[in-house]
T-cell receptor
Framework: DSGVTQTPKHLITATGQRVTLRCSPR?????VYWYQQSLDQGLQFLIQ???????AKGNILERFSAQQFPDLHSELNLSSLELGDSALYFC??????????????FGPGTRLTVL | DAKTTQPPSMDCAEGRAANLPCNHSTISGNEYVYWYRQIHSQGPQYIIHGLKNNETNEMASLIITEDRKSSTLILPHATLRDTAVYYC?????????????FGPGTSLSVIP
């Protein structure tokens, strides 16, 4: 158990819909990262937040958005869903200021299926 | 784009050492080499990281060449539970800006 929690574990929805994925980082971790992993694309970095602020952006579509709240949990919002958005979505957290030197701890993931 | 290259797959006999290579010829002076592994559809798991010196922990050893252009992850006594995809990535350590790029990794199969 990494200490990172993600909800829901599974999500099935239809094209055109909007969903929200939730992540709670390890206690004390200020950084949250979101990744998308589909069968043909591997593990793709989407976005990083640090203490409520966006810090790094990867291959995140404009239909996707994220935020980190004052209690440090984060949400990834996916809208106008397409079949190709079906994937595993992972959240990770880290405490770069700590002794662990930016090691990332990954959650169990949310499996999104768009029908 | 990923800044590392790894062989797509490798086999290793159970009980033997698994040596997983990684090339990172464009690594910068302030970038660390990190290794993660992902067991089927689970969240990736941190293994080890290093900057210049060789590193060892309870899971593995990391050997970094003197010019830092390549490294090798060593699992000293591979078990069936080590079957996973292993990712080698380079990142700047201790920074709040952390655009992490994973490559396709090496799929390691440990064979009984």
């Amino acid at each position: 158990d990494s200490g990172v929690t993600q909800t829901p574990k599974h999500l099935i929805t239809a094209t055109g819909q909007r969903v929200t994925l939730r992540c709670s980082p390890r206690s004390g971790d200020l950084s949250v990262y979101w990744y998308q992993q589909s069968l043909d694309q591997g593990l793709q970095f989407l976005i990083q937040y640090y203490n409520g602020e966006e810090r790094a952006k990867g291959n995140i579509l404009e239909r996707f958005s994220a935020q980190q709240f004052p209690d440090l949990h984060s949400e990834l919002n996916l809208s106008s869903l397409e079949l190709g958005d079906s994937a595993l979505y992972f959240c990770a957290s880290s405490d770069f200021a700590g002794a662990l030197d930016n090691e990332q701890f990954f959650g169990p993931g949310t499996r999104l299926t768009v029908l | 784009d990923a800044k590392t290259t790894q062989p797509p797959s490798m086999d290793c006999a159970e009980g033997r050492a698994a040596n997983l290579p990684c090339n990172h010829s464009t690594i910068s002076g302030n970038e660390y080499v990190y290794w993660y592994r992902q067991i089927h559809s689970q969240g990736p798991q941190y293994i080890i990281h290093g900057l210049k010196n060789n590193e060892t922990n309870e899971m593995a050893s990391l050997i970094i060449t003197e010019d830092r252009k390549s490294s090798t992850l060593i699992l000293p006594h591979a078990t069936l539970r080590d079957t996973a995809v292993y990712y080698c990535i380079v990142r700047v350590g201790r920074t709040s800006y952390d655009k992490v790029i994973f490559g396709p990794g090496t799929s390691l199969s440990v064979i009984p």
